[in-house]
């Protein structure tokens, strides 16, 4: 195993980061963007990732980029894609951060590319499911278009940063990390909150009328059992 500069592991591991962070918009995307950088040795493959340059491994990954990229504008499909590409992220996240640590012993650089790289991917995956699923939820899917051109733009510009500027790339996946599971964590505070709250009032086993959830109509007397 070769030994490098610390500053040489930090902008590999920052390389990679970014790359994970980007296949959570789009997974096939990053995945290009590291095959033609291999292709043309702007990035030096890690040990075993050479079929990633490939010129099969590069029309292969073209075609699939160009059906994600279009099929996200698709109505239902957009939604299908996100269950399909949630897991597909995070095995895409592994590989990306696993290639761009050729300089590390094989067993660590898998460690940090499956907890690392795909956690990372899968995070950043699971919350633009969610935001879509709010979004079909709230408009009728009349935003998922720009949610969706929103994403493609985040995963071209964040592979094309991760190969320029690597540690640029990799502050910002950190710091999209940490937003996103703070995010997660209200999320699931407020559902805790809706779920217990309101019925404990009532006493055990009490079901709310329709027109108390979320509190956003009024309530008839006749229509509070418990309360008048």
Known sequence: METLPLTEYIVAGALGLGLAASSGFRVFVPLLAASVAHHFGWLPAAPGFAWLGSWAAMLALAAATVFEVLGYYLPVVDNVLDALTTPAAVVAGALLMTSSLPHLDPALRWGLGIVVGGGTAGLVQGGTAL???????????LANPVLSTLENVLAVGGAVLALALPLVAGVGAVALVLFGLGRLRRWRQRRAVRRAGAPAAQGPGAVLPPCMHFLRTACAPGQLPGFF
């Open 131 to 141: 935001l879509r699923a709010g979004a079909t939820a709230t408009t009728g899917g």
